[in-house]
């Protein structure tokens, strides 16, 4: 099923997600249907909090990046077919140089902003099994994971831009609190119902 996706406004996307256990209600619908709704809006990573739930959890499939002709063909391939489940994720370390990336997010329709991040994380996660795993990631992949990891710290990429950039966008923002935006997906949004 698709879901909407939580506009920014919202105070569920400040949240800092709760763990989870393998005996959560309806954890394999959840999951399905995140992963259909990030599919629906064009999306490579997706988090609950971004569907209404503070939870833990975020889904990522990178494989519409193995297109991008800026990329070089080793991190090309490394995208195709990158998708993965975390549930429970805990980062342990975040190294490796500084670079920026224009990101944007489902939840901020309109807005991308340059964010600088690592280059290379080592992250603890659960996928559908419950076991944990600790595993090392860089380039495009350890960016969308950082992302979607901030999500379930109650963290937005727009927190991590300058305080300049953030007065340039304030009327972006404000438009989409009150549901003045248009996506081809459905969103809900802080000020009004969602369409």
């Not at 259909?36 to 209404?52: D, H």
């Not at 063909?73 to 975040?94: D, S, V």
């Amino acid at each position: 099923m698709i879901l909407p996706i939580i506009g920014y406004g919202d105070p569920v996307l400040r949240k800092v997600g709760a763990e989870i256990t393998p005996e959560h209600p309806n954890l394999k619908e959840i999951i399905a249907n995140m992963y259909e709704t990030m599919y629906n809006a064009s999306g490579v990573g997706l988090a609950a909090p971004q569907v209404g739930l503070a939870l833990r959890l975020f889904v990522m499939d990178t494989t519409p990046f193995s297109d991008d002709e800026d990329l070089g063909e080793a991190e090309q391939q490394k995208m195709k077919g990158f998708k993965r489940t975390f549930i429970n994720a805990k980062m342990i370390k975040e190294d490796g140089e500084e670079w920026v990336f224009n990101e944007g997010c489902l939840s901020i329709p309109d807005v991308r902003e340059d964010v600088y991040r690592n280059e290379r994380i080592t992250i603890e996660y659960c996928e559908e099994d419950f076991i944990v795993k600790t595993e090392v990631f860089d380039g495009l992949i350890a960016r969308v994971i950082q992302h979607e990891y901030d999500h379930i710290e109650g963290i937005l990429f727009t927190d991590k831009i300058s305080s300049l950039k953030k007065r340039l966008i304030q009327k972006k923002l404000k438009n989409i609190i009150e549901g003045k935006t248009f996506q081809d997906y459905r969103m809900k949004f802080f000020g009004k119902k969602g369409r």
